[in-house]
Each structure stands twice: as C-alpha cells, then as structure tokens.
C-alpha cells in the first residue's frame, strides 16, 4: 500500500498522440512538403518535451503545441535563410501527369494550389482559424502577433482566394502536339 509521502508529484499528463493530427496539418501547411512536416513536427515535440514546465496548468494544450511548431517552424526559417529559394520551389505541388477523373479531386487540387500560393503568414494565419478551429486570440497567441494583424492576414488571405477564384482559368490545360510528323 502506497503512503503519502510515497508518492512522487508528477508532471501533468499530456494527450499528444490526441493532438497529432493537428500538428501535422499545420505543419504541412507551413511548410507545404509532407516530409518536412513531419521533420517540423517532431523537432517541436522534442522542444515541448524539453520546455514541459513552461506548460500552464489548465492551459490549452493544443493551442501550446501549435505555438511550439509554428516557432519551431520560424526558427528554421531564419536559420534557413539562403534556402529561400528552394523552400518556395518546394512549395508547389507536383501533381501527377494524370488529371483527377472526379470533378471533386480536380477541385480540390485547385483550392489546394491557391492555399499554398498564398504568402506564408496569411496561409498560417488561414489555417489556424478555418482549419484547425481556434478562436482568433487563440490563433494569434500561436503566431506570436497582435490580434489585429492576425486578422489583417486572415482578411488578405480570404480576399486573395476570392480574386483567384474569380480570375479566368489559365489554358495551361490545353493538349500541344510535339514532334508529330512533318
């Protein structure tokens, strides 16, 4: 039988496998390559692990972690600097050769594109409020910027996706005959 002064306080107990998914998404959102996201992911889990005494007691857990890979994500960043170039390359989704036979798919990869051609900050701040949920406060804490400019984002980000939907469809679709015969 365990007695009082037996038992060791322990540290509170986290539900990080509860909150993966998140973290995932929003790491692919950041950094728009599956790979890197999960790199980016466990690089922050290793932070929080390390700073789990910073954890508020009662706080929200979820929007602490998303704040610990989107710094994560910033710190890569600076250290990153003359990899600009090949991060923004990166970004763009190789589709395959074979076009979507569902009009959903075809869809989906177009909104898909126009969210990740949007500037970094506004596709965070996006992605925080509509995809994971959070409350703009909440959003902004993760971000580490002021309300209003998180919303200031946000309101670009949504006005952009508005102006490429209403932009005409580009004829990048358009089959081109190549070295046919003379």
Do not use: C
Not at 20 to 43: C, K, N, P
Not at 123 to 143: C, F, K, M, N
């Amino acid at each position: 039988m365990l007695r009082k002064q037996d038992m060791k306080p322990s540290m509170p107990r986290f539900d990080i496998i509860g909150q993966l998914g998140s973290l995932r998404r929003y790491a692919r959102s950041l950094t728009r390559d599956s790979t890197d996201a999960e790199d980016l992911v466990q690089d922050a889990l290793v932070r929080a692990y390390e700073r789990r005494g910073t954890f508020r007691s009662g706080g929200n857990l979820r929007a602490w972690l998303l704040s610990i890979v989107h710094n994560t994500f910033i710190d890569k960043m600076r250290s990153r600097r003359s990899e600009a170039a090949r991060v923004e390359q990166a970004g763009y989704l190789a589709e395959g050769s074979t076009p979507a036979p569902q009009e959903h798919s075809v869809r989906l990869a177009q909104v898909r594109e126009a969210f990740f051609s949007l500037p970094e900050e506004q596709r965070s701040a996006l992605h925080l409020v509509a995809i994971e949920g959070l409350s703009y406060s909440q959003a902004a804490d993760a971000s580490g910027v002021p309300l209003g400019t998180l919303m200031s984002r946000i309101g670009r980000a949504r006005a952009a996706l508005r102006e490429m939907e209403a932009a005409p469809a580009k004829a990048k679709n358009h089959l081109r005959i190549v070295g046919g015969p003379s």
